[in-house]
Structure formats: C-alpha cells, structure tokens
C-alpha cells in the first residue's frame, strides 16, 4: 500500500467512487484513463500525480486492457487485494450487464427494420473509428525506421497468410529484442525495490489457479470439443496476446471466430464492437458478445439464450482473470524491468506488430462493411478476402465517409459519432436505403 494514498479512504467510499467512474467510463482507455485522473488525483486528491503515472507506465507493458488494469493496480495501492477486486469488478460490471442486455436484443429483435438500420450505422461508425485508432497508434508507437518495417510486415503476414497472431506478436517482439542490442539504458522513472513477502511464484499460483481452474473444470465435464470449452480455451490464449490495445487482438478473435469457428458471420463481428463502442468500459468487452453468439447457436440441450449468457460470460471471465493476476502476483516486478534496453525493444516490436494488426483489421473491416459480397481468395500459402466491386454499398460508403469527417475534421467524440451514424442508419433503412 502506498503512502501517497490517503488512509481516511474507507473501501465503502472507495467503492462508491470506483462505481460512479465505472458508470462514466465510455469512450475507449484514453478517455478512460482520464476521467481516473480527474476524480482521483484532481478531484479526490486520493493518490498524487506520480503515483498515477507510475501506475499507467507498467500497465501499459502488460496484456489486456490498461484502463482496468489501471483501475486495479490503484485499488490494490489504496487497499491491498480486496481494493483492487471492488475496483477491477466496479470497472467492467455496467459493460457486462450492457452488452449482455444488448446480445439478448440483437438475436431477438435484429431483424426489425429499425434495430438493423442502427447496425447498419454502426458499421460504418466502426470503420471509421478504427481508422482514427490506427492513425493515433502509429503516429505515436512508430519512431524508429525499423518499427515501420516491422509494423509492415505484420500487416502483409496477417493480412494474407495463415500465420497465427501469436506468432506474428512472438516474432515481433524478438525482431526488437534483436534490434535493439547495444542501446542505451533507458532511465525509469521509479525504480520499485524487489517486492517484500511472498516469491513470485507464490504470487502467481492462486490467481493462476482461479484463472485456469474453470477451464481444467469445463474440459473435464463436457470434453476438449463442447462449444464452453472452446470458448474458454480461445479467449484464455487471446488475454495474452493483448497488447497494443483492443483493437489489435480483435483482429486475432474475428479472423479465429469468424473462419476458424463459424461463431459468426463478418458483419456481426462488426455490429459487436459497435455494442462496446457505445457502452461503459473497456472496448474488449465484445467478446462477451462473441462468446454469446458462439453458445447461443450452438447451446445442445440448454435454452438458446441460457446457453448464450453463460458462454458470454465465460467469455468474459477468461478475458479478465488474468488482469488480477498480472496485478496482485507480477506488477510488483514489472516497473523494474523498464530500465531493461532490450526488454524495452522487445515491446517496441510488439507495439509496431499491433499497427500491422490493426491496418489488417481496418482492412477486413472495410471490406465487409463497404461491400455486400466478397470472395476468399487462395494461393498457395497466401489467402485473402477480395471484394466483389459490383457489390459496392454506396450508402455505407456515404455513412463511413460521414463519420470519418466527424472523427477526423469535426473532432468529435467518439460517442457522438456512433450515434450521429446510427441516427443516420436508421433514416436511410426507413427510407429504403442501406
């Protein structure tokens, strides 16, 4: 526990607070991450400046989302384990309840000419914010010469062969680890003592237990093929690979979900981030949605929609677990390697491999948003989505132009957007467009 933070916090004020911010967190980690500094350091006061930056600096090093991970840490900080469980849990509940309320809608109603003219919008939208997430990322992670290469290649081997995302982000990292040999020590800006207590491997156990536990669990009952099992499988491997944001394991999960699985078609995947783009929390909340409609169209002899709420919410709980555990087991050590040069070109690698990934998803995304048909294309090692020209949507053209004029020249929100492009969806499927 931190001296810098106050000790007249209780954890019941603590709570409340964790659970208006959570209530408040739309807009993706930036806006996130900013609205805890506001009501934590200027508003509250509860922990000072270089705390909160000491904090963001090593949850960005890890995998998963940073602004949950953030809100963890600082729970942890203020009131050891129990803090950081109230906070990480406050941080994701009102985007759990959301998209599970909004799948529950979209199997239901998602035919109805209204609901499908707002996912129409939201299509668009999506494409668009991907772009602006992709622009920002690579303006702000490709510094060196060698990153613009490696970030290239990820795109062309994601984009078009068969190569596994993890082995992309494994490839990456060792290139920067490579490349970055004989450079400068860079300076840390805290350096943490080795942790007091407990080893690191004590640390670990219990939270790896809790995190794995319920896989071992679901594989023994219902065998490696049952639809809860995959789903805890898949998204257990894809909380490993999240770095470089959401947006990066996304491409992973829809081309795993959508090719590999048969979960579901191109358009939902879309549709499901657009979910996550307008509710509270962390942007990887859509695979909630993914896990959803994995369970939902294959419940065996469960209701449908029972079936789809829990592998919706094993998709979830997969997803977070491992946020705790890099949290209350690994973070005491983490901030000690920042001063490591080549542990730091390891991460420049990973980060350069994410704008690849990210270029690849924008790609995938505007092929299927923008066009009615498409065709895979293969030959030999090399596959691809090509598009049939003649199938070219000029109104989803005209909706993605119109939010990316609203990102990029208007400035506005990303919340604003998604709704100015769903207004406009559901006018154009009223008027018999889209």
């Known amino acids: 526990m931190s001296s810098a933070a106050s000790p007249t916090v209780s954890l019941g004020e603590a709570s409340r607070t964790w659970a208006r911010i959570a209530l408040l967190s739309f807009g993706g980690p930036a806006a996130q991450i900013g609205l805890m500094h506001r009501i934590l350091v200027d508003e509250k006061k509860w922990i000072d400046e270089q705390r909160f ?200 999960v829809a081309e795993q979900a959508v090719e590999r699985f048969g979960w579901l078609q191109p358009g939902e995947m879309i549709d499901g981030l657009g979910m996550a783009e307008t509710t509270p929390g962390p942007l990887i909340m859509v695979l909630q949605f993914v896990g959803f409609l994995a369970a939902y169209r294959d419940p065996g002899m469960l209701n449908p929609l029972l079936a789809g709420t829990i592998g919706g919410l094993i998709a979830t709980f997969v997803t977070f677990a491992p946020c705790f555990l890099w949290i209350f087991a690994a973070a005491p050590y983490v901030e000690r390697l920042r001063g490591n040069a080549r542990l730091s070109g390891a991460l420049a690698g990973i980060l350069a491999a994410a704008v690849g990934v990210i270029a690849s998803l924008a790609l995938w995304f505007g092929i299927h948003a923008l066009f009615a048909q498409s065709t895979e294309v293969a030959a030999g090692p090399l596959h691809f989505d090509l598009p049939v020209l003649e199938s070219l949507d000029p109104w989803a053209v005209l909706l993605a132009l119109l939010a990316a004029f609203a990102l990029f020249r208007l400035k506005l929100g990303i919340a604003t957007t998604v709704l100015i492009a769903a207004a406009a969806g559901i006018g154009f499927r009223l008027l018999g467009g889209g």
């Open 53 to 252: 930056l000491h904090g963001l600096n090593f949850t960005t090093l890890l995998p998963g989302p940073e602004a949950q991970q953030l809100a963890t840490y600082i729970g942890w900080m203020m009131h050891g384990v129990r803090g950081g469980l109230v906070a990480g849990l406050l941080f994701i509940a009102p985007g759990i309840a959301a998209i599970m309320a909004l799948s529950w809608a979209y199997v239901l109603y998602g035919d109805v000419g209204a609901v499908e003219g707002l996912l129409f919008g939201l299509k668009a939208a999506v494409l668009a914010i991907v772009v602006q997430a992709l622009w920002r990322l690579a303006s702000r992670a490709l510094r060196f010469s060698w990153q613009r290469w490696v970030a290239l290649a990820a795109f062309l081997v994601i984009a078009f062969t068969f190569v596994p995302f993890p082995v992309v982000v494994t490839a990456s990292g060792v290139a920067g680890w490579w490349l970055s040999r004989g450079a400068a020590r860079p300076a840390a800006h805290d350096q943490t003592p080795e942790p007091a207590g407990p080893s690191l491997f004590r640390r670990l156990l219990p939270w790896l237990l809790v995190w794995v536990g319920p896989l071992i669990l679901l594989v023994a009952l219902l065998g490696p093929q049952h639809v809860m099992t995959q789903v805890a499988g898949f998204f257990s491997i894809a909380a490993l690979v999240t770095f470089g944001g959401a947006y990066a394991v996304l491409a992973f």
